[in-house]
């Protein structure tokens, strides 16, 4: 099950934020993953404003990609907005990216 779970991260990883030039894991928008026995995955996001334009695309390519994932049967994605976005979710690396 973590292996699966890293794999979906690693999917994560290689979308990115068209208006910030950071993968939308390191920016904080991933606030839960979660996958059962039945290789269901359950993904709670966000976006960095409830006005962001890809409030649409970016949560499908989300899904999308996870579902390409061998061993992955289902995805159910839920976009949130409690707790709101803050830049105090991003990592580490984020910030120094960013320069914040």
């Known amino acids: 099950m973590n292996d699966l779970k890293e794999k979906i991260i690693s999917e994560i990883k290689k979308i990115y934020d068209p208006e910030i030039p950071v993968n939308i894991f390191e920016l904080g928008l991933i606030y839960k993953i979660e996958v059962n026995e ?44 409690d707790p709101p976005w803050s830049k105090d979710k991003m990592s580490e690396a984020a910030k120094l990216e960013l320069n914040i």
């Open 38 to 81: 039945l290789k269901k995955v359950s993904i709670e996001m966000t976006l960095t404003s409830p006005n962001c334009p890809v409030a649409e695309s970016l949560p499908n390519s989300v899904k999308k990609n996870i579902l390409k994932i061998e061993g992955v049967e289902e995805v159910d994605l839920k976009l949130v907005w």
